[in-house]
Every structure is written in C-alpha cells, then in structure tokens.
C-alpha cells in the first residue's frame, strides 16, 4: 500500500493500537499527525517516525470536544497541506457493573470513545468535502460494542453507537466519495491487561489463540488501518471489520431474525406463547432458563 501524498491523523496514537497506525501509516508513506492526552508521548511517537525517514506532527490533548476535533484538521492542514485520513482510535476504560457504574463512569467514556468520534469525524467530513477528491474515515471499535460484555456497559454502548455512525456516514458521504469504515480490533495492549483472561498472556501466542480467538498483537491489526486508508479500499464502506492474529472477518449488519404477524396487531395475553417458540425465543448463546 502506497500511501505517498496522503495526510492522516491518529488519535491515541500514544501507545497501543493507535501507535501502531500511526506508525504503520506514516511507514506506507502518509504524514502522520500524532495525538495523544500525553503531549510528550505523542512527541516520543512522533520523533519516532521522522526518525525512520517518515513524516509526523503533532497535535497533543483530549478528544472529545469541537475544539481538540478543529484542532487536528487544522494541524494536518498547516503542517502538510491537506488531510485525507482520520483514524478516531482515542479511548479510556471506566469497568464497573451496571449497578456500580456511577455518572462519572459513563460519561467519560462516552465523552472520548463516542463525542470524541463524532467531532473528529465531522471535522474531517467537512474538510476532506471541502476539498472534494474524498477521503478516508476510519473509526475504531470493539467485539464489546457487538457483543457486549460485562462491566462495560459504558465501553459497549459507545463501540456499538460507533458501529452506527460508521454505516450512517457510509450513506450520507458516499457521494463525496469518503469512505467510512469501523476497524474492529482484537489485541494485546494496556487495556487487555485489565481483563484477567488475557493479563498473563505472553508472546509469541499459540496459533490456537491466534486462530481460534483472533487474538495477536497490535501489529497484526495495523496492516488493515492501511489497507482502509488506501486508494485500493475505495469500494470498501459501511463495514464493520474484525481482525486480529490470525483473523480478518467481516461482521454482519443486525437484520430481523425472525418475523411473525398477527392479524390485527399483537396482544400480550392472546400471542405471548407464539411469541415465545418463535421471536421471543433466547438467542444460541442465551445463559438464562429457556422461555418455553
């Protein structure tokens, strides 16, 4: 992938994943502006690539707001003269139980995971319409958002509404030309070290995780960041795509996964025992006591 010419920009490209892209990117040969809420951390990255012949600037603080969102755009524009790639990879982890989880907890991951997103997004689909040769948004995930999982109702709900907005603005910037893709990643980094399956897992991993769990490090999800940011994905958009180790998948859009009808409409007391065999039955994975 030949990214010469291209202008990207990588939020929570400290360390991590987002290092990764960054480095990947600028690495295919894209200037690489490097945000971090760590100024020295993004500038280390940074260094890092000029160091290696690459191209980077950096634009240091939170995301979440309009005014770090504006900030980035107009980073990549005075320092390189365009932006073509937004990769929205900023994140924070506040676990706790739905009856642990207090304000505070939800709204700052909502603030980064999900405004942080969307600000950033927005910035870049009005510049990259601005300058009207398309563009690229690359919008980072999770399983949790497609799964779910527990002490992560904040996580889960901001990864599954980025989902959304990637399909919603697959439509609304197709004719601008801009694609928009969610990147669903699964790797080794600070945050996998707070779950206790992963925590004491220690490279190089058996091809049985690899494989069966798509589970590797985040070099092995960076060549997909790449592959988005490049002209040869200009017909990939609206997608939600897995990868990690050993695994590349492409989940499905939610669609009805059964249809019943009533005439006249439903009524609890009248159609709760169809509803039960048929719609309401649990789903495969379903933990709970069978409802029929």
């Known amino acids: 992938m030949n990214l010469s010419g291209k202008v990207a920009v990588v939020t929570g490209a400290g360390r991590g994943l987002g290092r990764a892209y960054a480095e990947a990117l600028a690495a295919a040969g894209a200037a690489v502006v490097v945000n971090d809420v760590d100024a020295e951390t993004a500038a280390e990255v940074a260094r890092a690539i000029t160091g290696d012949g690459g191209r980077a600037a950096v634009a240091a603080g939170p995301v979440g707001g309009s005014e770090m969102a504006e900030r980035l755009v107009t980073t990549a524009v005075k320092e390189f003269g365009r932006l073509d790639v937004m990769v929205a990879n900023a994140g924070i982890l506040r676990d706790r139980v739905l009856w642990k989880m207090s304000d505070e907890d939800f709204d700052a991951v909502i603030d980064v995971h999900l405004r942080g997103t969307f600000t950033c997004a927005r910035?870049?689909?009005?510049?990259?319409?601005?300058?009207?040769?398309?563009?690229?948004?690359?919008?980072?995930?999770?399983?949790?958002?497609?799964?779910?999982?527990?002490?992560?109702?904040?996580?889960?709900?901001?990864?599954?509404?980025?989902?959304?907005?990637?399909?919603?603005?697959?439509?609304?910037?197709?004719?601008?030309?801009?694609?928009?893709?969610?990147?669903?990643?699964?790797?080794?980094?600070?945050?996998?070290?707070?779950?206790?399956?992963?925590?004491?897992?220690?490279?190089?991993?058996?091809?049985?995780?690899?494989?069966?769990?798509?589970?590797?490090?985040?070099?092995?999800?960076?060549?997909?960041?790449?592959?988005?940011?490049?002209?040869?994905?200009?017909?990939?958009?609206?997608?939600?795509?897995?990868?990690?180790?050993?695994?590349?998948?492409?989940?499905?859009?939610?669609?009805?996964?059964?249809?019943?009808?009533?005439?006249?409409g439903w009524s609890a007391p009248a159609h709760a025992p169809a509803g039960a065999r048929g719609v309401g039955a649990p789903p495969p994975d379903h933990r709970g006591p069978p409802l029929n």
């Open 123 to 264: 910035a870049a689909a009005v510049r990259m319409r601005e300058q009207g040769d398309g563009g690229r948004l690359i919008l980072v995930s999770s399983p949790a958002g497609q799964r779910g999982n527990v002490g992560q109702t904040n996580y889960a709900a901001a990864k599954a509404g980025i989902v959304a907005m990637a399909r919603t603005w697959a439509m609304e910037l197709a004719r601008a030309n801009v694609t928009v893709n969610a990147v669903v990643p699964v790797a080794a980094t600070e945050m996998t070290r707070t779950i206790p399956a992963f925590a004491e897992l220690v490279e190089p991993y058996p091809d049985s995780l690899r494989k069966d769990e798509g589970f590797g490090t985040v070099h092995d999800v960076a060549p997909l960041v790449v592959f988005l940011a490049s002209d040869a994905s200009a017909g990939v958009t609206g997608q939600a795509i897995g990868i990690g180790g050993d695994r590349l998948a492409l989940w499905s859009h939610p669609r009805e996964k059964a249809v019943a009808l009533a005439d006249g």
